[in-house]
T-cell receptor, first 114, second 112 residues
Framework: SQTIHQWPATLVQPVGSPLSLECTVEGTSNPNLYWYRQAAGRGLQLLFYSVGIGQISSEVPQNLSASRPQDRQFILSSKKLLLSDSGFYLC?????????????FGPGTRLTVL | DAKTTQPPSMDCAEGRAANLPCNHSTISGNEYVYWYRQIHSQGPQYIIHGLKNNETNEMASLIITEDRKSSTLILPHATLRDTAVYYCIVLDSGGGADGLTFGKGTHLIIQP
């Protein structure tokens, strides 16, 4: 069966510090991978998606970047965090079997920037 | 440019059926209706989807009107663990490949 892991679960970082969040998927090959963010009291917003190694598409201009160094690894980064980067970050995957419309989400990382 | 309209919140008594409506009057012929839910502090969870026929799985039933302009998600015997935000999303086949667009959804509160 497929599983998706995210870490860390919670993170408190000072403004201006770097960020690295990691997501890995097991039990599937060639998944589409996604990063979403949910700011406090707001809806889920798609940040990045990837259809393959090294292929990243960004949905919104922002202070963050993403990378996919391996087929089942997706990393979200920032060189200098802003207060507005606080939120709940969710990684997700989808595959051909579900027509890419069934997405499976990880447990999330709650980031607080102080 | 919202494709779906849902009530912001609903209450339901534990043990009763919860019926969550969704309007999608501009749905096109090749678009499916998908439902997800998000329990507090967790990631969204896929529930069910359908094109034009009613669908049922172990979690819920989906009733789509004949004109496909609206649908209802039914949780037959709601429990406290069903308290969550429920999202109705319209997608064509493969349309989620570049990500899902979540609206505000319906916050369903199951009352003991």
């Amino acid at each position: 069966s497929q599983t998706i892991h995210q870490w860390p679960a919670t993170l408190v970082q000072p403004v201006g510090s770097p960020l690295s969040l990691e997501c890995t998927v097991e039990g599937t090959s060639n998944p589409n991978l996604y990063w979403y963010r949910q700011a406090a009291g707001r809806g889920l917003q798609l940040l990045f998606y990837s259809v393959g190694i090294g292929q990243i598409s960004s949905e919104v201009p922002q202070n963050l970047s993403a990378s996919r160094p391996q087929d089942r690894q997706f990393i979200l980064s920032s060189k200098k965090l802003l207060l507005s980067d606080s939120g709940f970050y969710l990684c997700a995957w989808s595959g051909l079997a579900g027509g890419y419309n069934e997405q499976f989400f990880g447990p999330g990382t709650r980031l607080t920037v102080l | 440019d919202a494709k779906t309209t849902q009530p912001p919140s609903m209450d339901c008594a534990e043990g009763r059926a919860a019926n969550l409506p969704c309007n999608h009057s501009t749905i096109s012929g090749n678009e499916y209706v998908y439902w997800y839910r998000q329990i507090h502090s967790q990631g969204p969870q896929y529930i069910i989807h359908g094109l034009k026929n009613n669908e049922t799985n172990e979690m819920a039933s989906l009733i789509i009107t004949e004109d496909r302009k609206s649908s209802t998600l039914i949780l037959p015997h709601a429990t406290l663990r069903d308290t969550a935000v429920y999202y109705c999303i319209v997608l064509d086949s493969g349309g989620g490949a570049d990500g899902l667009t979540f609206g505000k959804g319906t916050h369903l509160i199951i009352q003991p």
